[in-house]
C-alpha cells in the first residue's frame, strides 16, 4: 500500500477528460483554502482496475464523469438516495477500507436556482434528453417539486425514463404543433456543444420572459439555444453553474468545510473568458 503521507491527492476519472475544468475548479479552493491538496485528470478507461488502483495509491476523493458514472455505481457502497435513484453517482470518497459514493449532479442544478433566489415550486418543466444528464434533471426538478414533462429526440428512451420518475412525456411534434409553453426547461443533451458533430434535433420551443432556461452545454457557454431564450427574455442558467455547484458539493463532502465558492466560481468563469460574471 502507498500512502501519501503529506498531500491529499484528488482526481476526476473519465474518458475523455484532457479538456475537464474540474482540476482548475478545485486547485484553485485548495490553493485560496492554502491546504495541501492537489486534485488531477485521470483518463480511466477501465472503471474497476482504475478504483482498486487509486484506493492502493492512496487517493482520498475521487469525481466519477462520463462514461463510467453508472458502472462505479454498481462498484461502490453508496450513502445517498439519491445514487440509488439515478443508478450513478459523481464522487467517491475515501473511507477506511473502501470507496463510498455520493450524486451531486441533482444538488449542482438545485444550487443553480437557490444561489439565484428563484423558486420554482409548482412550475412546469419540460426536460429536454434521456440521458444521464436529463435523469439528473429529472430528479432535481422532482426535488425543487416541479411538475415534469421529459421529451426526446428518441420518443422510447424518454417514455422508459417518465415511467421510472413517474411523469408525463410528449413528442417534438406536439410541442412544435400546440406551441405548448412550460415555465422552466432544461435542454440537457450534448446539441448545441463545440466540436459535436450532430445536427441538433430539439423542439421549437416558444419562448417568453416569463420563463427560466438552462442549458447543460457549457462550451461555449452561451449555446445557440440560450442565446435565442435570452433574446426573448428569459432568465437563462449555463451549464457551467451546474458544473460549479456539483463540485462545490463534492469538495463540502471531502472536506466537511465550506467550499470558497466565489474563487470557485470565479476561475471557471475567467477560464471560459468572461470576467465580470455577477
Ligand atoms: P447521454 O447519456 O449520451 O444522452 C444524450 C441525450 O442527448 C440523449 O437523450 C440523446 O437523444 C440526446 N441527443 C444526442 N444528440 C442529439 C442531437 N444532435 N439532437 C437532439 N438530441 C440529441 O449524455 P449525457 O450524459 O446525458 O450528457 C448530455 C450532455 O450534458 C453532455 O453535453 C454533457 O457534457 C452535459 N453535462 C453537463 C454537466 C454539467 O455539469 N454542466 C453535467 C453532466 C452532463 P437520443 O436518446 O435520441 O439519442
Known amino acids: 500500500m502507498i500512502?501519501?503521507?503529506?498531500?491529499?491527492?484528488?482526481?476526476v476519472i473519465g474518458t475523455?477528460?484532457?479538456?475537464?475544468?474540474?482540476?482548475l475548479m478545485m486547485n484553485e479552493a485548495f490553493r485560496v483554502l492554502g491546504l495541501n491538496a492537489m486534485y488531477l485528470a485521470l483518463e480511466v478507461h477501465?472503471?474497476?482496475?482504475?478504483?482498486?488502483?487509486?484506493?492502493?495509491?492512496?487517493?482520498?476523493?475521487?469525481?466519477?464523469?462520463?462514461?463510467?458514472?453508472e458502472t462505479?455505481?454498481?462498484?461502490?457502497?453508496?450513502?445517498?438516495?439519491?445514487?440509488?435513484?439515478?443508478?450513478?453517482?459523481?464522487?467517491?470518497?475515501?473511507?477506511?477500507d473502501r470507496w463510498v459514493g455520493r450524486n451531486t449532479d441533482w444538488i449542482g442544478i438545485v444550487e443553480s436556482f437557490k444561489r439565484r433566489g428563484i423558486s420554482v415550486a409548482g412550475k412546469r418543466a419540460l426536460v429536454i434528453g434521456a440521458g444521464g444528464a436529463a435523469r439528473s434533471a429529472v430528479y432535481a426538478a422532482k426535488a425543487m417539486k416541479m411538475d415534469v414533462t421529459i421529451t426526446n429526440r428518441t420518443v422510447?428512451?424518454?417514455?422508459?425514463?417518465?415511467?421510472?420518475?413517474?411523469?408525463?412525456?410528449?413528442?417534438?411534434?406536439?410541442?412544435?404543433?400546440?406551441?405548448?409553453?412550460?415555465?422552466?426547461?432544461?435542454?440537457?443533451?450534448?446539441?448545441g456543444m463545440?466540436?459535436?458533430?450532430?445536427?441538433?434535433?430539439?423542439?421549437?420551443?416558444?419562448?417568453?420572459?416569463?420563463?427560466?432556461?438552462?442549458?447543460?452545454?457549457?462550451?461555449?457557454?452561451?449555446?445557440?439555444?440560450?442565446?435565442h431564450a435570452r433574446s426573448k427574455g428569459c432568465i437563462i442558467i449555463t451549464g457551467l453553474e451546474m458544473?460549479?455547484?456539483?463540485?462545490?458539493?463534492?469538495?463540502?463532502w471531502w472536506f466537511r468545510r465550506k467550499a470558497p465558492v466565489y474563487a470557485m466560481k470565479r476561475i471557471l468563469f475567467k477560464s471560459?473568458?468572461?470576467?465580470?460574471?455577477?
Open 3 to 11: 500512502r501519501p503521507v503529506q498531500t491529499q491527492i484528488f482526481a
Open 16 to 23: 475523455p477528460i484532457k479538456h475537464s475544468l474540474s482540476p
Open 46 to 69: 477501465e472503471p474497476k482496475k482504475g478504483l482498486e488502483t487509486l484506493f492502493d495509491a492512496g487517493f482520498s476523493g475521487l469525481s466519477v464523469t462520463i462514461p463510467h458514472k
Open 72 to 96: 462505479v455505481f454498481s462498484l461502490v457502497d453508496v450513502e445517498d438516495e439519491a445514487s440509488k435513484d439515478l443508478g450513478a453517482v459523481n464522487t467517491l470518497k475515501r473511507c477506511s
Open 156 to 191: 422510447s428512451r424518454a417514455v422508459e425514463l417518465g415511467k421510472h420518475f413517474d411523469c408525463d412525456v410528449i413528442g417534438f411534434e406536439e410541442i412544435n404543433k400546440k406551441g405548448i409553453s412550460f415555465d422552466v426547461i432544461f435542454q440537457t443533451t450534448p446539441a
Open 194 to 227: 463545440t466540436g459535436y458533430m450532430e445536427r441538433p434535433e430539439l423542439p421549437s420551443i416558444v419562448f417568453n420572459s416569463d420563463m427560466i432556461v438552462m442549458d447543460f452545454v457549457y462550451n461555449p457557454l452561451i449555446t445557440d439555444f440560450l442565446q
Open 243 to 252: 458544473l460549479l455547484y456539483q463540485g462545490v458539493a463534492q469538495f463540502e
Open 272 to 278: 471560459v473568458g468572461v470576467h465580470d460574471h455577477g
